[in-house]
C-alpha cells in the first residue's frame, strides 16, 4: 500500500511539532515530505515539488494566510486547514477543502478528518461545485463555539495566589524553561502555560507572537526599528533582558497587525 503522503503547513514550531506527532498517531501509512512555514515557503515548495496526497495547513501564517497559495492553483490535492479563528470557514470552502478544524486539535477530530479524505480519495470525484456544496452543509450542521479570550490569569506570588487582569499584561515570555508575564509596572510572574497555549487564550487584536520567545500586547511595543535582513528589532516597555526581534517573514503581518 503506497503511503499517504502529506505536507504540513505551520509556521509556529511547537504546534507543527505537535501536528506530526498526532498525525503518528493516526496508525495509517504515512509520509511527511515537508513541513512548511509561510506562504512564499509553501509557494515555492510546491511549484518545484510533485503534489502530495494531502495538505494540512493553517490559515494565519507569518507573512500572509495560506488562501494565497491555494487560491493560485498550484496545489490541485485536498486540504484540511488548521486554525484558531473560524471566521475563515467560508474562505475555506473555496479552495480544495475536506475539513476545517479549529486549535487546539483533538486527536478524534483529526482522525475524522482523515477519514473524509480517504473516503474522498476512494470516491469518484464528483464536481467541484457539488464538492464545495457538500462541504458546505456538513459545517453548517457543526455549531462552532464562540471564541472567549482570558480577562485574568492566577499566578503565585509568595506563599499567595493573586489575580492579573489581561489588561494589565504587558507581555509573555520565555526563558529557561518557565514561561512568564511581565505586567505593564513591571512586575513578572511564572505562569503555568506554554506561549503557544497562551497565544490561544489571548484577543489577537490585542496580542501578537513577536517570535518564540515573546508574545506582546500592542500597548507595551514602544518603537519598531529596521534592521538586517529585513528583521525589526523593537523596544518594548517595560524594557526586558534581551532584545526583542521579529522575523523578516513576519514583519509585514505584524505591521498589519500593529495598525490595527
Known amino acids: 500500500m503506497n503511503p499517504i503522503r502529506l505536507v504540513i503547513i505551520e509556521d509556529e514550531q511547537l504546534a507543527a511539532e505537535r501536528l506530526q506527532k498526532q498525525v503518528e498517531k493516526l496508525k495509517l501509512h504515512t509520509q511527511i515530505l515537508a513541513v512548511l512555514e509561510s506562504v512564499s515557503q509553501a509557494q515555492k515548495w510546491f511549484s518545484q515539488?510533485?503534489?502530495?496526497?494531502?495538505?494540512?495547513?493553517?490559515?494565519?501564517?507569518?507573512?500572509?494566510?495560506?488562501?494565497?497559495?491555494f487560491e493560485k492553483k498550484i496545489i490541485t490535492c485536498p486540504i484540511i486547514f488548521t486554525t484558531s479563528y473560524d471566521e475563515f470557514a467560508v474562505r475555506a470552502f473555496k479552495v480544495q477543502s475536506i475539513d476545517y478544524l479549529l486549535k487546539p486539535i483533538k486527536q478524534n477530530e483529526l482522525e475524522n478528518a482523515v477519514q473524509k479524505f480517504l473516503v474522498h480519495q476512494k470516491a469518484t470525484l464528483a464536481p467541484w461545485e457539488e464538492f464545495q456544496q457538500k462541504i458546505?452543509?456538513?459545517?453548517?450542521?457543526?455549531?462552532?463555539?464562540?471564541?472567549?479570550?482570558?480577562?485574568?490569569?492566577?499566578?503565585?506570588?509568595?506563599?499567595?495566589?493573586?489575580?492579573?487582569?489581561?489588561?494589565?499584561i504587558a507581555y509573555f515570555f520565555t526563558r529557561n524553561d518557565w514561561v512568564c508575564l511581565c505586567t505593564k509596572e513591571g512586575k513578572q510572574h511564572i505562569v503555568d502555560f506554554k506561549l503557544e497555549e497562551l497565544n490561544e487564550m489571548v484577543d489577537p487584536k490585542q496580542f501578537f507572537r513577536l517570535n518564540r520567545q515573546f508574545l506582546s500586547s500592542a500597548s507595551a511595543i514602544q518603537k519598531a526599528h529596521n534592521h538586517l535582513n529585513g528583521k525589526l528589532k523593537l523596544d518594548l516597555n517595560p524594557k526586558p533582558e534581551e532584545e526583542v526581534f521579529v522575523s523578516r517573514e513576519k514583519a509585514q503581518s505584524f505591521k498589519v497587525w500593529w495598525e490595527g
Not at 140 to 168: C, G, M, N, W
Request: hydrophobic content about 35%; aromatic content about 6%.
Open 49 to 69: 515539488n510533485p503534489s502530495p496526497n494531502l495538505v494540512l495547513s493553517d490559515i494565519q501564517l507569518g507573512d500572509g494566510i495560506s488562501f494565497q497559495i
Open 136 to 168: 458546505c452543509l456538513i459545517m453548517s450542521q457543526i455549531e462552532k463555539p464562540k471564541t472567549q479570550y482570558k480577562e485574568r490569569f492566577v499566578v503565585k506570588q509568595a506563599d499567595q495566589l493573586i489575580p492579573v487582569a489581561t489588561h494589565e
